[in-house]
Structure formats: C-alpha cells, structure tokens
Nanobody, 128 residues
Framework: QVQLVESGGGLVQAGGSLRLSCAAS????????MGWFRQAPGKEREFVSA????????YYADSVKGRFTISRDNAKNTVYLQMNSLKPEDTAVYYC?????????????????????WGQGTQVTVSS
C-alpha cells in the first residue's frame, strides 16, 4: 500500500498559479504511475494528469493541456502539479493517486493505469 499526502492547495485569482505536491510513502517501489484527479461540487471525479515513474512520460486532460505541468522527484518520492493560467472552472478538490499497474480497463488520454491508492485531497479555489 502507498500512502499519499497532498499539499499546496489554496485560493488564487483567475490567471494565477499554484503548485501542488504529493508525497508518497510506503510501498512506493511498486508504483507504476502517479496521477492527479479533481472533483468539483456536484460533478464526477475527473482525470487531470499523470506521470510514469520509469521514463517520465506525461499525460494530460485536454482541459489543462498547455497550462498544467506534472513532474516528479524520484529521490523524494514526490510528484508535483504546476498549475498556471488558472480559471474558475479549475476550482475543485485535487486528489493524488498511485497506480501499481494496469489491467487495460482504465484509459486516460493515452495512459493505461489502475489507480488504487488515493490521498485525502487538497482544495483549489480560483476566484473570478
């Protein structure tokens, strides 16, 4: 099991930036990919971005491509999500997730991954 702790959320004006962090501990060596998801009030959770530990391939939802950047620090077992040009519609609780592999059932903008470990979430609020 992998434990995940997010940080970095907050309130920002439209057009501003935030950087989210996700620190992983536990069986991190079993992780295949790390991802970020978000859930806005009254909406379903949606995929935002992901990165594969080995090789560093990155994946983004169309809604954030060009504005968000995911990166990793292998030595610190930490994944970051740099969010620029934020919009009010980016307001949501952002969750970090870890995938130990893939079954071929779940597919996210080019990445197959089964995300089974989740953090507690961090609130991002973008004011207009």
């Amino acid at each position: 099991q992998v434990q995940l702790v997010e940080s970095g959320g907050g309130l920002v004006q439209a057009g501003g930036s935030l950087r989210l962090s996700c620190a992983a501990s536990g069986r991190t060596f079993s992780s295949y990919a790390m991802g970020w998801f978000r859930q806005a009030p009254g909406k379903e959770r949606e995929f935002v971005s992901a990165i594969v530990w080995g090789g560093g391939s990155t994946y983004y939802a169309d809604s954030v491509k060009g504005r968000f950047t995911i990166s990793r620090d292998n030595a610190k077992n930490t994944v970051y999500l740099q969010m620029n040009s934020l919009k009010p519609e980016d307001t949501a609780v952002y969750y970090c997730a870890a995938a130990s592999g893939y079954s071929g059932i779940y597919y996210y903008f080019g990445l197959m991954a089964d995300f089974g470990s989740w953090g507690q979430g961090t609130q991002v609020t973008v004011s207009s």
